[in-house]
């Protein structure tokens, strides 16, 4: 496995991680779904199978479908439940809306088969020759699912967010039939028009904004007088690909707590420094460049520079041709 697929692994781990947390995982649905409604009940969820698969049969047909979710909660009402399901996003995907339909409709199919292997298992007949043919009960009703899509990507999604942005031009006659399937997508960096009541989550969902939009006094003004969790600040820096952050982050931790606004402080004074320092270096292998254009010796060129100076010019000159 290379680097990237390590920091990609990396990452759906911490983010996986932390959204089967069921504070966290119900505060992102009550605000994005529900319209800050706290309609989920932390102590209300529980973990489901993530495994979706399924076996889709005909007399004709049969084909076995392999699919598992991110993470998926079952939120208990009463005698009944509602499944909800998360799908993480790093990059745009041109077919969500079909892959998300395809999950859903794989969770409906497993509990049309499970309910018809429980008919079968207790030997249960069935009133007419429709329900027969069914394998179910004209009463047998299934239990909703509602999936959320999670984009953490650096640039706004430009893919499509409904099943009829994927279809060619369709005429008025046609459209009024065609069934759609919307997205429910969220996106980091346009969160800000959420407002989140559990800590952690408001906090992945600002800082991560503000870092993506190089937005530092926002984090310097809101995180001044207050620290973060460190096992958010960890989440934060997987997911922008800034591990020295928590480096810096490590230095100012306290009780298990980190001084976000030091750290951005003194990440920001060491990549301001690497951008000048490499500035100068900039500077230096021009220079030498031209000298070595206008036939000055590398003897000459090592009274006023290093032979590492030396050495990355030959190289970007090698490179240019």
């Given at each position: 496995?290379?680097?990237?697929?390590?920091?990609?692994?990396?990452?759906?781990?911490?983010?996986?991680?932390?959204?089967?947390?069921?504070?966290?995982?119900?505060?992102?649905?009550?605000?994005?779904?529900?319209?800050?409604?706290?309609?989920?009940?932390?102590?209300?969820?529980?973990?489901?199978?993530?495994?979706?698969?399924?076996?889709?049969?005909?007399?004709?047909?049969?084909?076995?479908?392999?699919?598992?979710?991110?993470?998926?909660?079952?939120?208990?009402?009463?005698?009944?439940?509602?499944?909800?399901?998360?799908?993480?996003?790093?990059?745009?995907?041109?077919?969500?809306?079909?892959?998300?339909?395809?999950?859903?409709?794989?969770?409906?199919?497993?509990?049309?088969?499970?309910?018809?292997?429980?008919?079968?298992?207790?030997?249960?007949?069935?009133?007419?020759?429709?329900?027969?043919?069914?394998?179910?009960?004209?009463?047998?009703?299934?239990?909703?699912?509602?999936?959320?899509?999670?984009?953490?990507?650096e640039?706004?999604?430009?893919?499509?967010?409904?099943?009829?942005?994927?279809?060619?031009?369709?005429?008025?006659?046609?459209?009024?039939?065609?069934?759609?399937?919307?997205l429910?997508?969220?996106?980091?960096?346009?969160?800000?028009?959420?407002?989140?009541?559990?800590?952690?989550?408001?906090?992945?969902?600002?800082?991560?904004?503000?870092?993506?939009?190089?937005?530092?006094?926002?984090?310097?003004?809101?995180?001044?007088?207050?620290?973060?969790?460190?096992?958010?600040?960890?989440?934060?820096?997987?997911?922008?690909?800034?591990p020295?952050?928590?480096?810096?982050c490590?230095d100012?931790?306290?009780?298990?707590?980190?001084?976000?606004?030091?750290?951005?402080?003194?990440?920001?004074?060491?990549?301001?420094?690497?951008?000048?320092?490499?500035?100068?270096?900039?500077?230096?292998?021009?220079?030498?460049?031209?000298?070595?254009?206008?036939?000055?010796?590398?003897?000459?060129?090592?009274t006023?520079?290093?032979?590492?100076?030396?050495?990355?010019?030959?190289?970007?000159?090698?490179?240019?041709?």
């Amino acid at each position: 496995m290379n680097n990237t697929n390590n920091t990609t692994h990396q990452k759906d781990v911490s983010l996986k991680t932390f959204w089967r947390d069921n504070k966290h995982f119900a505060d992102l649905f009550n605000t994005t779904v529900f319209n800050g409604k706290q309609v989920l009940k932390p102590n209300k969820l529980t973990e489901m199978d993530t495994d979706v698969s399924a076996t889709i049969q005909s007399k004709s047909y049969n084909e076995s479908i392999t699919r598992n979710r991110d993470v998926v909660k079952k939120m208990s009402d009463g005698v009944e439940f509602n499944i909800l399901g998360l799908e993480i996003q790093d990059k745009t995907h041109y077919a969500m809306p079909l892959r998300t339909m395809t999950y859903d409709a794989l969770g409906y199919i497993k509990e049309y088969n499970d309910i018809k292997k429980q008919h079968k298992l207790n030997k249960d007949s069935f009133s007419s020759h429709e329900e027969f043919l069914s394998g179910i009960n004209k009463s047998d009703r299934f239990h909703p699912i509602i999936t959320l899509v999670l984009y953490y990507g650096e640039s706004l999604w430009d893919g499509p967010t409904c099943l009829s942005d994927m279809m060619i031009s369709m005429p008025d006659n046609i459209k009024a039939y065609f069934s759609d399937y919307k997205l429910n997508l969220v996106q980091i960096l346009d969160s800000d028009k959420y407002t989140f009541y559990n800590e952690d989550v408001r906090d992945v969902f600002n800082i991560i904004r503000n870092i993506y939009n190089d937005d530092f006094d926002s984090i310097y003004r809101e995180y001044e007088s207050r620290n973060v969790d460190i096992d958010v600040m960890e989440l934060i820096c997987n997911i922008t690909s800034v591990p020295k952050l928590m480096d810096l982050c490590t230095d100012t931790e306290q009780g298990g707590t980190v001084n976000m606004c030091e750290a951005m402080k003194r990440f920001q004074a060491e990549c301001e420094s690497k951008g000048m320092k490499e500035g100068i270096d900039s500077e230096k292998v021009n220079s030498i460049i031209s000298m070595l254009e206008f036939g000055i010796t590398k003897e000459q060129i090592l009274t006023r520079y290093t032979k590492e100076d030396l050495e990355r010019a030959e190289a970007a000159i090698a490179n240019e041709n």
